[in-house]
């Protein structure tokens, strides 16, 4: 069921929504930077063409969150026919589990556009599923170059605390050489749901 417009008026700005924030704000400011530039002046007219709303659910400690709502926040900016609420997805569980990741997962960004008349014209949960396959491919990458790590082939959780530092410094230092491609790719993701072609996106894990 579509989030009522009351309830849409209640949810943070995006600059309530920075106010707010007790991690990541110097990378959050980096990457709302980084994704103005990513912005092309087809898509803003594209996602100026009708009136949108775009619901996005978030937490400032997750990394997904701090990658892509600076791309939605940027684009509100730069388009104003977008408005742009954001609802913190601890406060507001209700709405989060509307939009599970895999009908089970609380993944979150998530990202609910709706037209001008309150229909909902899709979603996007976490992260475009190209990157979450990318983002695969590079751990096996990085396993592969260090086998002297111990237990560098064990599951993530299950891996010694050096290791387990390692791989998130090369995960960490992979996703922000590679943002610009993957902020393309998540809005270009956007587009095709404005443009009628897409109906959701989730990404293959949490």
Same mark, same amino acid.
């Given at each position: 069921?579509?989030?009522?417009? %009351?309830?849409?008026a209640q949810g943070l700005t995006a600059d309530a929504f920075?106010?707010?924030?007790?991690?990541?704000?110097e990378r959050y400011d980096a990457n709302l930077a980084a994704a103005a530039a990513v912005i092309t002046? %087809? &898509? $803003?007219?594209?996602?100026? =063409?009708?009136? @949108?709303?775009?619901?996005? !659910?978030?937490?400032d400690w997750c990394t997904d969150v701090i990658h892509f709502l600076p791309v939605v926040?940027? /684009? *509100?900016?730069?388009?104003?026919?977008?408005? @742009?609420? !954001?609802? @913190?997805? &601890?406060?507001? /569980?209700? /709405?989060? &589990?509307?939009? /599970?990741n895999q009908g089970k997962y609380r993944s979150i960004p998530v990202f609910v556009i709706y037209d001008a008349e309150w229909n %909902? @014209?899709?979603?996007? !949960?976490?992260?475009? =599923?190209?990157?979450?396959?990318?983002?695969?491919?590079?751990s096996?990458?990085?396993?592969a170059a260090h086998p002297e790590l111990p237990g560098i082939n064990r599951t993530y959780e299950q891996m010694p605390e050096e290791t387990r530092a390692a791989v998130?410094?090369?995960?960490? $230092? +992979?996703? +922000?050489?590679?943002? &610009?491609? +993957?902020?393309?790719v998540f809005l270009d993701e956007l587009r095709a !749901?404005?443009?009628? $072609?897409? *109906?959701?996106?989730?990404? *293959?894990?949490?």
């Open positions: 069921m579509p989030v009522p417009r %009351e309830r849409f920075r106010a707010a924030m007790t991690k990541n704000q002046e %087809e &898509d $803003r007219r594209l996602f100026g =063409a009708q009136p @949108l709303s775009i619901v996005a !659910i978030a937490e926040v940027s /684009l *509100a900016q730069q388009v104003p026919s977008i408005e @742009l609420r !954001i609802f @913190l997805r &601890d406060q507001n /569980l209700d /709405l989060m &589990d509307q939009y /599970l %909902e @014209l899709g979603h996007i !949960i976490e992260r475009p =599923a190209a990157m979450t396959a990318a983002m695969a491919q590079e096996r990458r990085f396993a998130y410094e090369n995960s960490r $230092r +992979w996703r +922000w050489e590679t943002m &610009d491609r +993957w902020n393309r !749901i404005v443009a009628g $072609r897409g *109906a959701q996106s989730a990404a *293959a894990g949490v």
